[in-house]
């Protein structure tokens, strides 16, 4: 089309008509560069971004020395780096196979058939996974309101297990809240804590719960290096608690591969500075973004974590979903978390988070 036929096409037309259309194009053309452009990933809580080099080169190093044997009982420098970075003595640190891997361990040691399990929901779905496998029976309490689980408490009750924050809500029952609840429990009653996503905490102190465990030998913290660290793939996390005999069940037989141990060894020496810097950033990410949206008209959690919990007025989760992705944003649909009206959305870098406003307006507008 030429330029004295673009003109005419509009002869005849009101202005209202004319910018009507001239908005038509500049949406069309905005939808398809987005499509050009590759989406932008917001439905996972790893991290996006490569591991430091020095992690790289330990994980390298330790393959070229050491890849044909095998590495048990050789995870005394992962504990004592954890013990002196959290202020726990290292005898009372079990690494092993991530979060899930321990509270998987967790569930099969103190758990057996007819047991019942108190945990929140919506939760990570693992965690009824984990307690079906042993045998027990999961029960679901709505949220994270110390007065609602202690009101589900039975004869049958032996695990309470929270996400400290909670996936996918990004709730947080803070440390003077589970002190509590632990004071009210039934002796026979453990409460396993998974801070897997604890790094993005600016509520209170990180490690307030991990100096809890001094006052509680029921209480089972569990961390991850997937989350923040960014080294999901080397599937490595660590319990902290005070009850021997419960901590050694948590013990891998075989212990963890060596290049996993190299690489959370490395983690702790060089990574450190830049989990506070990701951390800081998710914080002013995360205030920005609850703001903009909610006063988009979207309902948000307020979150302690990597990522959102909210839904959109008249728009299910899996509408909502599929919309973002028409735009170019992925998000986890809440029918994973047996919730059908949110999405969790992780909080985008801040030269993203346009593109995740632009996005949800087009939804919403549709």
């Known amino acids: 089309m030429g330029l004295l036929d673009r003109y005419r096409q509009f002869e005849g037309l009101s202005e209202e008509e004319v910018n009507a259309g001239l908005r038509r194009e500049a949406n069309d053309r ?42 048990e009982g050789r995870d005394g420098e992962l504990r004592d780096g954890l013990a002196a970075r959290h202020g726990v003595a290292a005898e009372r640190i079990v690494v092993g196979e991530g979060a899930s891997g321990l509270l998987q361990r967790a569930c099969a040691a103190l758990l057996g058939p007819g047991d019942e399990v108190l945990l929140p929901w919506p939760c990570y779905p693992l965690y009824p996974l984990a307690v079906r496998d042993a045998g027990a029976q999961p029960v679901a309490v ?13 004869p049958r009750t032996r695990l309470v297990l929270l996400g400290g924050p909670n996936d996918p809500t990004g709730d947080l029952l803070g440390v003077v809240a589970v002190r509590e609840l632990l004071r009210r429990l039934p002796a026979a009653v453990t409460v396993v804590v998974d801070e897997a996503l604890r790094e993005f905490v ?6 307030a719960l ?3 465990t ?3 030998p029921r209480l089972i913290v569990l961390r991850s290096f997937s989350k923040a660290w960014g080294l999901a793939s080397l599937r490595c996390g660590f319990a902290v608690g005070a009850d021997a005999t419960r901590l050694a069940a948590l013990v891998p037989r075989l212990g963890l591969p060596g290049l996993t141990l190299a690489g959370a060894t490395a983690a702790l020496g060089h990574a450190d500075a830049l989990v506070d810097r990701r951390v800081r950033a998710v914080a002013a990410n995360r205030e920005r973004v609850t703001g903009e949206l909610t006063a988009a008209g979207a309902l948000v959690r307020p979150s302690q974590s990597c990522a959102l919990w909210l839904r959109a007025p008249g728009l299910d989760a899996a509408a909502l979903r599929s919309g973002l992705e028409r735009h170019g944003v992925l998000a986890q649909s809440g029918d994973v978390f ?3 009206d949110h999405v969790r959305l992780t909080v985008p870098a801040a030269t993203d988070v346009p593109r995740v406003l632009r996005a949800y307006a087009a939804v919403v507008a549709a």
């Open 30 to 71: 905005r939808t398809r560069e987005l499509a050009r452009a590759a989406p932008l990933d917001l439905s996972r809580t790893t991290w996006p971004e490569l591991p430091p080099p020095e992690v790289v080169s330990a994980i390298t190093f330790a393959a070229r020395r050491a890849l044909n044997r095998y590495a």
């Open 142 to 154: 709505d949220g994270l309101d110390p007065e609602r689980l202690l009101e589900r408490v039975g």
């Open 202 to 207: 600016d509520r209170e102190d990180r490690d």
């Open 210 to 212: 991990l100096r809890l």
């Open 214 to 216: 001094d006052e509680d």
């Open 338 to 340: 047996g919730d059908r």
